[in-house]
């Protein structure tokens, strides 16, 4: 016999969920990813993978912004996460903040939430700035530690520390999948949750 469940308020609920989240990525383009060295490159695309198709199982609204692919200085978002977004519109800009680009603020608060799950190249600039200008204006802050990363060890690790000092919540893609899921019941979305889960795990 299965045990009694607490049902939780999916929008005031601490923890993560479908209703009261949204995923904001940031600068996955080439040369970026190119030129990260904190982590195996590879990896970290698989991961930030796995971030998108946790949020499209789970219906989160997705925000996602590219630097200078309309002034041509750089590409568009890489491939293997644009075949998963699909429809989703890069908001594109010039400024090194996120943050401090209009559009992309009105389309963060266009989602109606105020816990943000975020992923960015670097760790260092376009991940720390944004995270730093959401938690001022009052968002939560989810950065996935595991689907980020800098242009060395101790600049990753230095952008990480001050996202923590400020309030940020860092945690890693698996626990992400986890966090939205939460129970075994909830059928809908378990084959695809153990599909992403699993395969990455032991691919």
Known sequence: MASPRTIRDPLADQLLTPENAALVIIDFQPVQVASIVSMERRELVANVVAVAKTARLYGLPIVLSTVNVA???NQPTIRQ???????????????????????FVAAVKATGRHKLIMVA????VCLVFPVLDALRE????FHVVDAVAGTSEEAHRAGLERIA??????????QLACELQR??????????FSEIVFASIHP
Do not use: F, H, M
């Open 81 to 103: 996460l644009t075949e998963v977004l699909g429809d989703v519109e890069p908001i594109d800009r010039t400024s090194i903040n996120a943050w401090e680009d209009v559009d």
């Open 121 to 124: 190249l670097w760790t260092e």
């Open 71 to 73: 002034t041509g200085r």
């Open 138 to 141: 009052g968002y939560e802050v």
């Open 183 to 192: 129970d075994w019941a909830r059928e809908k979305t378990t084959a695809g």
């Open 165 to 174: 000092q400020a309030g940020g919540q860092p945690i890693t893609w698996i």
